[in-house]
Structures are given as C-alpha cells and as structure tokens.
C-alpha cells in the first residue's frame, strides 16, 4: 500500500489508520524501554522527554482508533499491519543513543502522518467518517510529532 497515490475507499482508509496505530505502539513501546535504560548525566530531561512521547503516542492511538471506530470498513489483522510498518517505517536499527532513536520516530511518525493527510486531501472519495475531523485530528497528531522532533533535537543542541 502507497501513500503516494489518493486514499481510494474507507477500506483504505482503515487500513492506513491501523498502520498509524502501530507506528504509534512502536514509538510507546521504544520511549518505555529507553526510559528504563537511561542514565547519565542529563538523565532527567531524557526521561521527560521519553514519558512524554510515551503518553502522546497513547493518547494518538485513542484518537485514530476513534476514527477507525467511525468508518463503515472492515479492518485488517494487526499482524499483516505490523510487518508493513516494520517494512516500510520503522526506525533503522543503526541509530546510536537513545535520542537519536527517538528522533528517527518522530520523523518517522510525522513523514507518515504528513503523507496520510496529502494522499486523503488528493482523493475525491465520499469517506463515511466526515473529512473536516479526520483531516483536523491527523493535522493536531502530525503536528504534535513535528514538536516532538523539535523537542529531540533542542535536547541534543544542550548535550553538545
């Protein structure tokens, strides 16, 4: 599935939405397990930031499941859905510390969403769920994460 073309039926949609949910269990899931590993001398303001990311990215799961919840489409299995996210947006492996790895899923998670609001924007499709709200809750949740990865690198400009 392309993002590259216009969201072409609810079904789609669903699809695209569930993808968002697991890049956003993704980033949870990894801000959890850097803030139980994290030590060192601006501890502090890393575990901020990791928590923070934890519960926005629980709080962006609840509002794409409410969108989902809204559509008249069947979903997909959550675990064909995670082996597309892991094959086309989770982060590389090679990224060394803990806020690099947080920046790639800030990036990460904002290219997604700012690639979702373009392909609906592009489709002449009638959606079942009203356009204005699924297009204003991806636009507040893409611009979160471009705070986020504002916020990464104006932590990684202190450490330097």
Do not use: W
């Not at 979903?75 to 947006?89: G, H, K, N, S």
Request: glycine share 2%; with cysteine.
């Amino acid at each position: 599935m392309s993002l590259t073309q216009p969201v072409a039926s609810d079904h789609q949609l669903a699809r695209l939405l569930q993808i968002g949910i697991v890049l956003e269990e993704v980033v949870e899931a990894r801000s959890a397990k850097h803030a139980e590993e994290t030590s060192g001398e601006h501890e502090q303001a890393v575990l901020d930031l990791l928590e923070h990311a934890e519960t926005e990215s629980a709080e962006h799961r609840r509002q794409l499941e409410s969108l989902i919840d809204d559509l008249e489409a069947d979903t997909v299995p959550f675990e064909e859905i995670e082996m597309l996210v892991e094959a086309q947006y989770e982060a590389d492996k090679d990224f060394d510390g803990v806020l690099y790895d947080q920046l790639c899923n800030e990036e990460t998670a904002y290219k997604f969403y700012d690639d979702l609001i373009e392909a609906i924007e592009a489709s002449d499709v009638t959606f079942t769920i009203d356009r204005e709200r699924l297009l204003a809750v991806l636009s507040d949740i893409r611009e979160d994460e471009a705070e986020g990865v504002e916020d990464v690198t104006d932590l990684m400009e202190d450490y330097q």
